[in-house]
């Protein structure tokens, strides 16, 4: 019996989802996306994600793949139905096999977020479901020379949602590091009061872009200075930072593989 392993390029609008991953009770990405696959491939297929998504956050580029026990299954079909069936919402923009090891969460060696602000006096409502609205101008040139205290590596419990302790191979209980490598991080102006933010690196923990955009926004505002972020990062703590931007401005855009 031939095993397929496929791998799945996903675009969506988080609005009306609760997250990614599946949760039962509620409406997921991925949970809407096994309920039309299943039918197709005779079991419900074991997901793999690239990385989650909190509720409300969209994705161009999330990678997903999960494997199934017969190669003749017709992914074309497969990617008819998401799309027919969850478009324009979800979208299956690619699906192909992938080699035998590919892991969408364990092949991946970088992803890159996107951050959209609108930043004028009056709301876009066109925008609203995919960027912040915020009214008050933002001093684009501070917050831009906060971002290379960003760069490297850091522990990011500031930024972090801490996850629950985890046990280690003596099945003691440890904290989980939240030590991660920001490889780029830039605000620019695209036009018409739209900021963008892009923050590149191998891995991010729990609501750490949107945490960061939030302490950012506050240098914009003139409410914390640019060199104030490396002690913020020193500190540790949540508190020492800003309250999170909201979901809706937050894009997963790429994952990359070697």
Request: charged share 25%.
């Amino acid at each position: 019996m031939t095993v397929a392993n496929v791998r799945l390029l996903v675009a969506y609008d988080g609005t009306d989802f609760r997250g990614l991953a599946p949760n039962q009770g509620v409406r997921t990405v991925v949970g809407e996306l096994q309920r039309v696959i299943e039918p197709l491939i005779g079991r419900t297929p074991d997901i793999v994600m690239s990385g989650r998504t909190d509720a409300g956050v969209h994705a161009w580029g999330q990678v997903l793949s999960f494997r199934f026990d017969d190669g003749t299954v017709d992914l074309e079909r497969i990617q008819r139905s998401v799309n027919t069936r969850l478009g324009p919402e979800v979208v299956l923009r690619e699906i192909s096999l992938a080699d035998e090891d590919f892991s969408a969460r364990f092949s991946a060696i970088g992803r890159r977020y996107r951050y959209d602000i609108v930043n004028r006096p009056v709301a876009d409502p066109f925008r609203a479901r995919t960027a912040w609205w915020v009214p008050t101008p933002l001093d684009l040139d501070e917050m831009n020379r906060a971002c290379p205290h960003l760069l490297g590596e850091h522990d990011f419990a500031s930024f972090c949602r801490r996850p629950k302790p985890s046990p280690d191979t003596d099945g003691r209980w440890v904290e989980v590091s939240l030590v991660r490598r920001i490889t780029g991080a830039r605000w620019q102006a695209i036009g018409d009061g739209l900021l963008r933010f892009e923050i590149e690196g191998s891995a991010f923990c729990h609501q750490m872009v949107r945490s960061i955009v939030g302490f950012l926004v506050a240098v914009g505002r003139g409410k914390r200075g640019a060199d104030e972020l490396p002690s913020v990062l020193a500190a540790r703590d949540r508190s020492a930072a800003e309250q999170l931007a909201p979901a809706n401005g937050l894009t997963l855009w790429q994952v990359d593989y070697p």
